[in-house]
């Protein structure tokens, strides 16, 4: 096993301690959301009895509430790499954010233009387009994924791409799949076209470091609360494009970067939240041996816990592949572990997914069935929607002890459902 201080982290997470009726949780639900540190609890807390003013004022308590306003800007700019804490935009979450992006971005494009949207994205970073699209009369051209290398080819934008393109949105992993795009030279190419890239990397955040600048793209957008953070979204924007945006806001509000872009009163106790919840990951690096900045810290973090989280991935991927009549929907082969996230999505035949989650969860297992607004991907595989997948989602505070006790369940509850099928 990869030497990685898991004892020690999972102590910083007093829910992975809970019991219900003297059973153990195992928290497999990940990329809907993880558990939080203690440190993030606190911090929350701490804001909301110390700090809990509006902004503008010139009393300690609007003073001490801007600080923490700045500093989850500057811990978010060093997160993501970003030139600057201005190109942080914090908000309520990802899918509003990206509508009201969508919108801004709309003020910029006229009937005819085209836009790139993936099948392999969330609902979030589709639905919003398609319906800026009807709204103004663009084009919607379609990108599939490859189903042998489970990620977007390079070929296949680049015959989409033309002189009309205007905008390209990618992830940077599925949801469902797993898998990781090649967001690097994906961008690159449409970039090349003249087109905008919005890049949602909401499953790739807990996952690996992020360095915006270094994929080149326009926009990136994040949830802190799949990397152990408060509920809320974080969008990056590149200075020099965002500067020239237009943003629906009132007529009053601020007309700087980024307070434009933050509509009403600002989540100010989650950005307390959401910076802890950054200075853990740069403690995680620091107690490895990383004394230099936060964003070096980061680095270090993400330098241990990729390794251990991918040989998680590869001993459920093993244990699952076991089982006949069972199909994973992502990367399997183990020279490619690091090409995708550890969540992992299944489906067994003649068996439906929301019977098999069922059995675990009542057995203290959590994890999810459904499309998980994996819209587009379940559609191109042929997944009836209704039904889905078994979704499977690690993170760097689960344990090998916890993956053997859910692959023990999984054989089991699956030779259980066929031996009562008529």
Same mark, same amino acid.
């Given at each position: 096993?990869?030497?990685?201080?898991?004892?020690?982290?999972?102590?910083?997470?007093?829910?992975?301690?809970?019991?219900?009726?003297?059973?153990?949780?195992?928290?497999?639900?990940?990329?809907?959301?993880?558990?939080?540190?203690?440190?993030?609890?606190?911090?929350?807390?701490?804001?909301?009895?110390?700090?809990?003013?509006?902004?503008?004022?010139?009393?300690?308590?609007?003073?001490?509430?801007?600080?923490?306003?700045?500093?989850?800007?500057?811990?978010?700019?060093?997160?993501?790499?970003?030139?600057?804490?201005?190109?942080?935009?914090?908000?309520?979450?990802?899918?509003?954010?990206?509508?009201?992006?969508?919108?801004?971005?709309? @003020?910029?494009?006229?009937?005819?233009?085209?836009?790139?949207?993936?099948?392999?994205?969330?609902?979030?970073?589709?639905?919003?387009?398609?319906?800026? %699209?009807?709204?103004?009369?663009?084009?919607?051209?379609?990108?599939?994924?490859?189903?042998?290398?489970?990620?977007?080819?390079? %070929?296949?934008?680049?015959?989409?791409?033309?002189?009309?393109?205007?905008?390209?949105?990618?992830?940077?992993?599925?949801?469902?799949?797993?898998?990781?795009? =090649?967001?690097?030279?994906? /961008?690159?190419?449409?970039?090349?076209?003249?087109?905008?890239?919005?890049?949602?990397?909401?499953?790739?955040?807990?996952?690996?470091?992020?360095?915006?600048?270094?994929?080149?793209?326009?926009?990136?957008?994040?949830?802190?609360?799949?990397?152990?953070?408060?509920?809320?979204?974080?969008?990056?924007?590149? @200075?020099?494009?965002?500067?020239?945006?237009?943003?629906?806001?009132?007529?009053?509000?601020?007309?700087?970067?980024?307070? =434009?872009?933050?509509?009403?009163?600002?989540?100010?106790?989650?950005?307390?939240?959401?910076?802890?919840?950054?200075?853990?990951?740069?403690?995680?690096?620091?107690?490895?041996?990383?004394?230099?900045? @936060?964003?070096?810290?980061?680095?270090?973090?993400?330098?241990? +816990?990729?390794?251990?989280?991918?040989?998680?991935? @590869?001993?459920?991927?093993?244990?699952? +592949?076991?089982?006949?009549?069972? /199909?994973?929907?992502?990367?399997?082969?183990?020279?490619?572990?690091?090409?995708?996230?550890?969540?992992?999505?299944?489906?067994?035949?003649?068996? %439906?997914?929301?019977?098999?989650? =069922?059995?675990?969860?009542?057995?203290?297992?959590?994890?999810?069935?459904?499309?998980?607004?994996?819209?587009?991907?379940?559609?191109?595989?042929?997944?009836?929607?209704?039904?889905?997948?078994?979704?499977?989602?690690?993170?760097?505070?689960?344990?090998?002890?916890?993956?053997?006790?859910?692959?023990?369940?999984?054989?089991?509850?699956?030779?259980?459902?066929?031996?009562?099928?008529?």
């Amino acid at each position: 096993m990869v030497d990685f201080p898991i004892e020690t982290v999972r102590g910083k997470f007093p829910a992975l301690a809970l019991t219900d009726k003297g059973r153990r949780r195992i928290y497999l639900d990940n990329p809907a959301g993880t558990q939080v540190p203690q440190v993030v609890a606190d911090a929350v807390s701490r804001c909301l009895l110390t700090t809990n003013a509006n902004l503008g004022g010139y009393f300690e308590t609007t003073i001490a509430a801007q600080a923490v306003v700045d500093e989850a800007h500057h811990a978010m700019a060093d997160f993501l790499g970003a030139a600057s804490p201005e190109e942080i935009i914090i908000g309520a979450n990802m899918t509003t954010m990206t509508y009201h992006m969508s919108r801004t971005l709309g @003020r910029t494009m006229k009937p005819g233009d085209e836009i790139i949207l993936t099948r392999m994205d969330h609902e979030g970073n589709v639905s919003p387009w398609l319906q800026l %699209a009807e709204d103004l009369g663009l084009v919607v051209r379609w990108l599939p994924f490859d189903e042998k290398s489970w990620q977007v080819e390079e %070929a296949a934008l680049t015959g989409l791409l033309s002189g009309k393109t205007r905008m390209v949105a990618l992830n940077y992993a599925s949801n469902l799949t797993g898998s990781i795009n =090649r967001v690097k030279s994906l /961008t690159r190419l449409a970039k090349q076209a003249g087109a905008l890239v919005y890049v949602d990397a909401v499953q790739f955040a807990p996952h690996g470091l992020i360095d915006v600048q270094d994929l080149g793209c326009d926009f990136l957008i994040c949830s802190a609360y799949k990397f152990f953070g408060p509920h809320m979204g974080i969008l990056w924007g590149r @200075r020099d494009v965002i500067d020239d945006l237009q943003p629906y806001k009132c007529r009053c509000s601020s007309d700087n970067l980024p307070e =434009r872009f933050e509509l009403g009163t600002p989540q100010i106790e989650l950005m307390a939240g959401l910076t802890a919840a950054i200075d853990y990951f740069a403690d995680l690096g620091a107690a490895a041996g990383e004394g230099g900045s @936060r964003r070096q810290s980061i680095a270090k973090a993400f330098e241990v +816990s990729i390794p251990y989280e991918n040989v998680l991935a @590869r001993r459920l991927i093993d244990g699952l +592949s076991d089982i006949q009549g069972l /199909t994973i929907r992502g990367i399997t082969d183990p020279a490619r572990i690091g090409e995708r996230v550890p969540t992992v999505s299944f489906t067994v035949d003649g068996i %439906a997914p929301e019977t098999i989650v =069922r059995q675990m969860n009542a057995e203290n297992i959590f994890l999810w069935s459904g499309h998980n607004y994996a819209w587009e991907v379940v559609h191109q595989l042929g997944i009836p929607a209704e039904q889905g997948v078994v979704r499977i989602g690690i993170a760097h505070y689960n344990t090998s002890g916890e993956i053997d006790e859910t692959l023990e369940s999984v054989h089991r509850v699956i030779a259980m459902l066929r031996q009562q099928r008529p």
